[in-house]
């Protein structure tokens, strides 16, 4: 079955640092979604992506977020200014449409620790 | 009104019995209510999902019941194995996929 890849699995950074998590979604999936877990807690909606746009975002995406599609395969998250509370499991999702039948896929996640 | 509500937080089922996760949502514009499993170490996987113009889905051990007027859906888990121990997840989105999620349930099936 084709899966949502993400790289690295583990990122630790310094406070203030940039860092970019980097995530491959299923070829031939149209709509792209970054999600983070903070341990123990919930899974929370950052942002979705779609036509080289954003076409949503939460609260939680600010200014030092981005996203960006490179190229025809790769969907990245770039965090410009770590901070403590950037410690989190984030998940990179994709979706080949919108709708109801559509479904979320998951990948299995980037440990991003910041110290 | 973008909570969604996840009861249990946690829950011991023996192994045969029956595990139930409870849901309750506010926004009235939901409309895809997908339930998802996460194993340690690993991203939320799809385990079943239902629209709102129908009151129960079931695929295999796994029923989801729906109940539109008191905004609330569970997930029913049959027969529950030992394999079946993961975290849970209820989400409710309203077609952008924008999910919004419960705060899980830890599942544990004793063998």
């Known amino acids: 079955e084709p899966e949502v890849t993400q790289t690295p699995s583990h990122q630790v950074t310094q406070m203030g640092q940039e860092v970019i998590l980097r995530c491959v979604p299923i070829?031939?999936?149209?709509?792209f979604y970054w999600y983070r877990q903070i341990l123990g807690q919930k899974v929370e909606f950052l942002v979705s992506?779609?036509?080289?746009?954003?076409?949503?975002k939460s609260e939680i995406f600010d200014d030092q977020f981005s996203v960006e599609r490179p190229d025809g395969s790769n969907f990245t998250l770039k965090i410009r200014s770590t901070k403590l509370e950037d410690s989190a499991m984030y998940f990179c999702a994709s979706s080949q449409g919108r709708g109801q039948v559509a479904k979320l896929f998951f990948g299995s996640g980037t440990q991003l620790s910041v110290l | 009104q973008q909570q969604v509500k996840q009861s249990p937080q946690s829950l011991i089922v023996q192994k045969g019995g029956i595990s139930i996760i409870n849901c309750a949502y506010e926004n009235t514009a939901f409309d895809y209510f997908p339930w998802y499993q996460q194993f340690p170490g690993k991203g939320p996987a799809l385990l079943i999902a239902i629209r709102p113009d129908v009151s129960e889905k079931k695929e295999g051990r796994f029923t989801i019941s729906f109940n539109k007027s008191a905004k609330q859906f569970s997930l029913h888990i049959m027969d529950s194995q030992p394999g079946d121990s993961a975290t849970y997840f209820c989400a409710a989105g309203s077609g952008t996929y924008k999910y919004i999620f419960g705060t899980g349930t830890r599942l544990k099936v004793l063998a």
């Open positions: 992506f779609y036509n080289n746009e954003i076409s949503e």
């Open positions: 070829s031939n999936h149209l709509y």
